[in-house]
C-alpha cells in the first residue's frame, strides 16, 4: 500500500500520477478537509474535490481545480438575488456540495460520502478525508485571525501570516480507513502541497502523526518549491512571511523531523548537499508536472526511488 | 388593499396582472406552500418561486413556471453522480433554494426570507407564505398516501385521486402580515389556481379560513375550469376522480360556501344562470391569460365588477 498524503492542485496532480501506476487497492490518497467550510448552507471541500476531479478526468486543465466545461448560472442568479459572490461555485460543481451536505446532514460520515462520490466518478483507489471531524484552518495576520477561505478566495492571501491554527485538529480522530491504510503502507508520500495549509493539517490531528510518525513506511515529501517559487499558490509568500528560506533548503528544514527523503527539482540540483546535510535523503526528478506524462513519470520515479531504499538498506 | 390567494402558475398570472393594475402597498399576495417539500436538503417552494419569478417577470414564458434561459449543468452533474433526478433543479433557480435553505436554517422566518428575495428581484407587493409552519399536501390514491411533488412531479399526476391531507395544517399559524392584510382587505381574490391544492390548502389553515370568512371584504373567485377543462394543471382530472361535475357549475359548487362571486369564462357563458341559482353573483370575462395584456385585462375587469358590488349595494 502507498499513502499519499494531499492537498489541493498540487497534491491532486501527483495523487493522479500514482492512481497512474499504482493497482487501485495499493493507493490511498489521505486529503486535507481543513479548509473545508460551510457556505451558503452548503459543505464545501475544496481540495477533496480538486483530488476528486482530478482522479476522474473532469478537473478544469487551465486553473487545476473546479470542473472543465464549467457554466455560472448559479452565481449569476446569487449575484441577481444579492447573496454573496466571493466564493464561486458552478453549476456542475455545486451539485457535489449538494449531495454531500445532504448526506451528511443525513447522519452519513464525510469518508462515507466521499467513497459514494468517487465510486460515482469511477475513482477505484481510496481517497479518505483526514478526519470525519470538523478542522478548520485559521490564518493568523498582523490584523487578526482570519478563516482559511475567507484569506485564500476572498482577500486573495494578500495578508501577511504570521502562524496558523487548526481548529479542531487536537480533539479530530482519524478514519479506522486511514489508520488502516497507514499501518500497511510500503511508502508514504508527502505530494507537493503547500506544507503549511495542506500537509501542515493531516499532522495536527494527533491520531494520524502518530500513525505516520510510527509507521514503518519510509515517508517521502515532494518539494513543492522549485527554484524558489511555488508553482501555484502562497507556499512562498508564506515562507518569506514565516522567515523560512523560500528554497527547497527550507521546506527541506520544515520537513526535516518529518520524512526521510525529499524529492527536488532538477532546477535545484545543486541544493542536494545542502539537503542531506540536514539529514535526509535527496533525489532529483523533473517535478513541474504540465501534463499527464509529467505526473504518471513523477509518480513512478518517486516510487522507483523510495523502493529503492528498501532493498539497498 | 386587495388580497390574492394564489397557487402556481395560473394564480401567478393573475397576480401579475393585479400587480400591474394596483399600487404595490394596496396589494397582498397570500400563496399556497403546501407543494413545498424538501429536495436534495434544499426548501423548494414551488409555488413562491413561481408567483416571485412571474411578478419580476423572469419565468419561463413557455412552462409558466421556472426561469426563462434556465441551464442545466447542474442536473447533468447530479446525474453523474448517481443523485435523484426526477425533480429537475435549473441553475439558477437553485440559487433560491440554496439562499432559503440557508436563511431558513439559520432561523428567519419564510415570510421574511420571501421578502428579501422579493425585493431582490425588485418586487414591490407584498408576497406572503400561507404560513411559516410546514403545511404538506398528501394526495390520497387507490395504492396509497403520496407525497404532493411524488404524485405531481414523479408520477405525474396519473394515479386517480381519492383525496387530499393537509399535514401540519390544523396547527400552521398564519404570519401576522397575512392576518393584517385580510383585516384590511378591500377584497379577496381566488385566483385561477388549482382548487384542491392550490386553495384548499390555504383554508386548511385554520388562522387563514377564520381571518378570511370573517373578513368584511367580499370575496371572488376566478374559474380554472373553462369550458368543461382545465387550463393547465390536473384539475379537471381531479374533479372527474372526485365526482364533481367538471364544469365551472362544478367549481361554483365547490367554492359556493366559501365565495360571492364567481368569474366565468366567455365560452362558459351559458352556465351563469347555473351559478347564480347557487347563490353566487357570476361574470363573464375571458379568462384565458396568453400574455401580459390578457393578465391585466383579467385583473382589472375582476376589481372592477368587484368594486361594482360595493357601490351598488
Redesign the interface.
Known sequence: MIVALAGGVGGAKMAFGLSRVLPPDRLTIIVNTADDFEH???HVAPDLDTVMYTLAGLANPETGWG?AG??W??????E????PSWFRL???????H??R??RL?AGERLTEVTA??CA??GIRCAVLPMSDDPVRTMVETPTGVLPFQEYFVHLKCEPAVRGFRFEGAATAKPSEQALAALAAAEAIVLCPSNPFVSIAPIFAVPGLDKAIRTAKAPIVAVSPIIGGAAVKGPAAKMMQELGLDVSVVGIASHYRKLVDGLVLDEADAALVPAVEAMGLRGAVMPTLMRNDADRIRLAQATLDWVRGWTSAS
Chains 1, 2 share one sequence.
Not at 90 to 96: L, P, R, S
Open positions: 451558503l448552507g452548503l470542473l464549467e457554466t448560472g448559479f452565481m449569476s442568479a446569487i441577481r438575488l444579492g447573496g458552478g453549476d456542475h460543481d455545486i451539485a457535489t449538494v449531495l451536505t445532504e446532514r459514494e462520490l460515482a466518478l
